[in-house]
């Protein structure tokens, strides 16, 4: 499996980005996918996920509200609308590919960079 993340870049602060995260190869049994974040001296964390069939998602509660993460399984595509963006949101941006039989899969990342 490859993921390959695009849309990052540099943003001001309120400003909106959209991420996408395209998915090839063995793509079958898929249990989840989601986003992660991984800013300067801190740890990587997790921002968002959804369900293969996209019926349920779950968002880190400094995102709530702002970013909505969806799936388009027609195109093996993962996206990641952020809105309403600040400073701290400030990280290189990864996406994962969870298998139903555990093994994972992450992509190169992409930066965003919020300007305040």
């Known amino acids: 499996v490859q993921l390959v993340e695009s849309g990052g870049g540099l943003v001001q602060a309120g400003g909106s980005l959209r991420l996408s995260c395209a998915a090839s190869g063995n793509t079958g049994s898929i249990n989840a996918m989601g986003w992660y974040r991984q800013a300067p001296g801190k740890q990587r964390e997790v921002v968002a996920g959804?369900?293969?069939?996209?019926?349920?998602?779950n968002y880190a509660d400094s995102v709530k509200g702002r970013f909505t993460i969806s799936r388009d399984n027609a195109k093996n595509t993962m996206y990641l609308q952020m809105n309403s963006l600040k400073p701290e949101d400030t990280a290189v941006y990864y996406c994962?590919?969870?298998?139903?039989?555990?093994?994972?899969?992450w992509g190169q990342g992409t930066q965003v960079t919020v300007s305040s």
């Open positions: 994962r590919l969870l298998k139903d039989y555990g093994t994972s899969y």
């Open positions: 959804i369900t293969s069939g996209g019926e349920s998602t």
